[in-house]
């Protein structure tokens, strides 16, 4: 069974850091791009950041010059290094991997990609 597993969220200050990772486990054929989104309470699922294969980046405006999104392709694992955090940052953050598995002798595309069971961040001011 193929699934991204997040790690790193937590409670901080305004101001402090935070470093997030989801690795993606099982029988994992191939990654494309890889994606970080958060859900505060309330509010619609929205993109942070995401990055390619080959490490292109993209970061919504509200995190631009304080997060920093990074992959490992090694290990099928993508990271956000958060800094600069405000409470604004407060929601659950989900992983999200454009991928496609093994499943026998099959080759199987998740529509919408997979998705992890996100971690949630806090922020205190």
């Known amino acids: 069974q193929v699934q991204l597993v997040e790690s790193g969220g937590g409670s901080v200050q305004a101001g402090g850091s935070l470093r997030l990772s989801c690795v993606a486990s099982g029988p994992v054929a191939s990654i494309n791009h890889m994606a970080w989104y958060r859900q505060a309470l309330g509010k619609q699922r929205e993109l942070v950041a995401r990055?390619?294969?080959?490490?292109?980046?993209n970061y919504a405006d509200s995190v631009k010059d304080r997060f920093t999104v990074s992959r490992d392709n090694t290990r099928n694992t993508v990271y956000l290094e958060m800094k600069s955090l405000k409470p604004e940052d407060t929601a659950v953050y989900y992983c999200?991997?454009?991928?496609?598995?093994?499943?026998?002798?099959?080759?199987?595309?998740?529509?919408?990609?997979?998705w992890g069971q996100g971690t949630q961040v806090t922020v205190s001011s």
């Open positions: 999200n991997a454009d991928l496609k598995y093994r499943d026998g002798g099959n080759i199987i595309t998740p529509f919408g990609g997979l």
């Open positions: 990055v390619t294969y080959a490490g292109t980046t």
